[in-house]
Every structure is written in C-alpha cells, then in structure tokens.
C-alpha cells in the first residue's frame, strides 16, 4: 500500500521505537519517508529490553506515571497527554500483541518477547511505504543544510525536507546508540547536557573474598534507606543484586538519579539496608542473644533471623570480628547496614542515560530551535525516569509528538507566502 507518490521526503534518523513510531506517523500523514540506521538492522536496544521481558509500559494513574519523570514531569506530561499508557497497549493491540499487568503493576506482552512486536511492525511499516537505509550511520550536516551518512559504500549525502533524530542515548552502545552525536549536536550550538549513567549500578568496593563468593547473588526481601539530596530520608523495598563491585538490580536503579547526585555532590551515597524487612530490632535482638549453643554463628543468623547466603557475608564485611558475637550489635546491622556508594558503574553498562538535548532547546513541537525542520525524540532528550516501563512509554510518545509537530511545521511552511 505505497498510495499516490509523495511529494514531500522526510528523514527519520534512528530506528529505535522512537524513530519507528516517528516514521510511522510522518507515513500516514502521506510524506515520503526515509528511516536510517546506523547498524544492520533497526530496534536492537528493544530487542534486548525484549530479553527481561519486554515491560511495555506501566498501569500507574496517570498523575503517578508523570511524577516518574522527576524535574521533567512537565514536558514529559505533554507528550503523555499525546500518547500515554493506554494508547501504547491499544497501538501493540493494533500489532496483533495483546498486553497484560503483571503483579508489579508493569505492562508486559503476553509472550514477554520484543521480537515478534518488532517484526510485525517493520514489516507493517514496509507495507506502508517507509523505506529503510541500514548500515547509514549519520555525522552531521554539510554546508548546505543535507544530511551525511557514512555507509560502507562512502558518504552519501541527504536532502530532506525536514527530519527527526531519534539516536538514543548512551548506554550499551553495541547496540548502536553511543552517543556519537552529542558532538555533533554540541558543534552546531545545541544545548546538550553530557550524557550520564542511569538505572545502573554502584560501586562500593568490596573486600576480595566477598565478591568472589557473592557476585550475583540477589538481596530479597530488602529495604534500603536514604536520604536525598535535600536531607529527607526515604526507604524503599525491592531487589538488590550483589555485583563483584558494589549493587545493582532494581531497587537501586530506581533510585539511581539521587544516588548519582548525592556522588556528584559530596563523592559518595550513603545508603543503609535493612536486610529483614519482616523483622522488628527488638525481636532480632530478643532471637539472635539466645543461646545458640554448638551451632555455628552462619547457623544460629539463619535458624533465628533468616539471615544467609550475601545477607550474611553483608554482616561479615560491614562488621568488625568482635560486634559478630554480639547480638545487639547483629541485630542493628541486620536492621540498617551502612554502605558507602562510591560512583555509579559506566554509562556503557546501564540500562539508560540521564542528560541528552535540553528540552529547553525544542520548541513546544519538539524542533530543535537552533535548526529549524529538525526534531529530535527518545532517550537522546534530557529526561530519565526508572525501569517499570516508564521508557518506552516517553520513547513513543516523543516520537509521536516530534513526528506530527513536523508534519505542522511542513504545512505551516508550505502554506507560507514566499
Ligand atoms: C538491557 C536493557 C533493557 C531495557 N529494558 C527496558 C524495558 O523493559 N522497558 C523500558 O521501558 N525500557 C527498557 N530499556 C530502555 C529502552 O530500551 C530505551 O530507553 C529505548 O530503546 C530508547 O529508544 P530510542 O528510540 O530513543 O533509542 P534506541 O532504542 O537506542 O534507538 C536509537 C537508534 O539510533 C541508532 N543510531 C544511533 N546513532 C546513530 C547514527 N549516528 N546514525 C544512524 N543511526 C544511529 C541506533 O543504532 C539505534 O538503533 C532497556 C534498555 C536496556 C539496555
């Protein structure tokens, strides 16, 4: 279905979810549409979200969704309004993937997997006319305003009516997103903030013998308290993974945007768990001062406070030899163990990047006001939010929103007296 030939081109660059949903929306108001993609294939990051399951989106209200978004609630709200959580579920209905909320309150496909999503969509995206342009990697813009690929045929230049750069962010960049076009961007006076780890681990430096004999191991239930940049304590509950540096896993990525400002303020986050939310102090303290007789200290913390495995060797590296026989001093520790974070582990490793073009250099379409006819959507904006699916949720409504603000400048354009 290619329709009447179109007169206008656009290009779309990046073939994440947000340029795919961009494209697809630039296509059905009838323009011409060339997406491209830097690697062999589009969508690689979404394939590998599709690897932990694919969470889609989340079932929160909608004033708790766009409270995610943190100092970019606003903006992120607006493209909300656009294009929110229902819409996603509806839009992957339209794909032939049916939804589900999981128990978390996270939205999943049914089958847990990107990659029928994904085929099925470029396939429907084909059918539809966009054309794809794999293995074009974009560099920038020569002097006359065109678009320059690098491919393995050489350069090839682009002229295009208008376009929108979704490029993602920086983390994982084998999968093509690496960040490459912040220079680019900054070069061409864009106001681009650096490109920062976010849902990602934190070192802590643990001793030899505890990473060797913990690395991977998962802390659950858990409770870790904090206290913000702003001096107001938090806990939450969640999962932790021992790592062979420090922590990761979920809790810890969600509160990885104020442990990350607590480091870059004062060089270390300090955080405590609580490794028996299930358990009061006194009742600790009451069960580990019993006498434990022949058993050993490993089997008197698990017998009486459920306390093994990376809990225990926890204790063992947080405490000094002697407070291990002493029960109030173990229970304390069990309650809030104290743990100085040191830094957030490389962009390259995390699951997405805070920083990105300055929402404050787009326009109320998403243009980027120092270029006019170019857009920008996804991950490579300045917003950040946690895991629960609250990513691709910002990633798709962007492209949408940036795909029908281009669709409104090129009519406005073109109805412009010369
Ligand atoms: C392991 C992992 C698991 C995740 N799981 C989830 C999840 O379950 N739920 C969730 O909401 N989010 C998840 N995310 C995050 C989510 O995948 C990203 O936020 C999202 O893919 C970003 O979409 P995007 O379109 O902005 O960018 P991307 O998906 O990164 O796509 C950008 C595209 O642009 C291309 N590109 C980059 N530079 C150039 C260039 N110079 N020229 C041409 N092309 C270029 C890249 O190759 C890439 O294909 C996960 C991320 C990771 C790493």
Redesign the pocket.
């Known amino acids: 279905m290619h329709g009447p030939t179109p007169t206008r081109r656009v290009a779309v ?8 949903i961009a494209a697809e929306r630039l296509r059905a108001a009838g323009l011409g549409v060339d997406l ?4 062999g294939s ?5 394939l ?10 989340h079932s929160d209200p909608l004033a708790t969704f766009v409270a995610r978004y943190r100092e970019r609630a606003a903006e992120v709200g607006r493209w909300l309004a656009r294009f929110d959580a229902g819409a996603l579920r509806d839009w992957a209905r339209e794909l032939g993937v049916e939804t589900y909320v999981g128990s978390s309150g996270r939205v999943f496909p049914l089958d847990r997997k990107a990659a029928p999503l994904l085929r099925g969509w470029v396939r429907r995206l084909r059918e539809q006319g966009v054309a794809f342009h794999v293995q ?4 920038g813009w020569d002097h006359e305003g065109a678009l320059r ?1 690098e491919t393995p045929h050489g350069e090839v230049r682009v002229r295009a009516d208008a376009a929108v750069l ?4 920086g ?2 960049p084998q ?4 960040g ?2 912040q220079p ?1 961007l900054a070069a061409h006076g864009m106001d681009v903030a650096p490109l920062r780890p976010t ?1 990602c681990g934190f070192d802590i430096g643990w001793s030899a013998h505890f990473a060797r004999r913990h690395a991977g191991a998962p802390l659950k239930p858990l409770v870790v308290h904090w206290h913000d940049i702003d001096g107001r304590e938090h806990a939450l509950q969640g999962e932790g993974v021992v790592t062979g540096t420090g922590l990761e896993g979920s809790v810890i990525y969600s509160m990885s945007a104020t442990l990350r400002a607590l480091v870059d303020r004062d060089g270390e986050a300090r955080i405590a768990l609580d490794l028996a939310p299930g358990r009061g102090q006194a009742q600790l303290r009451e069960a580990l001062a019993r006498p434990r007789g022949r058993r050993s200290l490993s089997e008197h913390l698990r017998r009486v406070a459920g306390i093994e495995g990376a809990k225990a060797g926890l204790l063992h590296e947080a405490l000094p030899r002697e407070a291990l026989s002493d029960p109030a001093r173990v229970a304390d520790a069990i309650k809030r163990l104290p743990l100085v974070l040191r830094r957030p582990r490389p962009l390259a490793e ?3 990047s805070a920083g990105g073009i300055r929402l404050e250099a787009l326009d109320g379409r998403m243009m980027l006001r120092a270029r006019p006819g170019t857009f920008a ?4 904006l300045d917003w950040e939010a946690p ?9 798709f409504a ?2 949408l929103v940036a795909a029908e603000g281009l669709v409104e400048w090129l009519r406005e354009t073109a109805s412009a007296p010369a």
């Open positions: 660059v990046g073939g994440g979810p947000a340029g795919l491209y993609e830097a690697k589009v969508g690689r990051k979404f590998i979200a599709g690897k932990g399951g694919l969470n889609l989106t074009h990697r974009w560099t690929f979704a490029l993602g962010g983390s994982w999968l093509g997103s690496d490459g076009w680019v849902n995390a699951i997405s959507a996804g991950e490579m895991t629960g699916g609250y990513l691709l949720t910002a990633c962007s492209g």
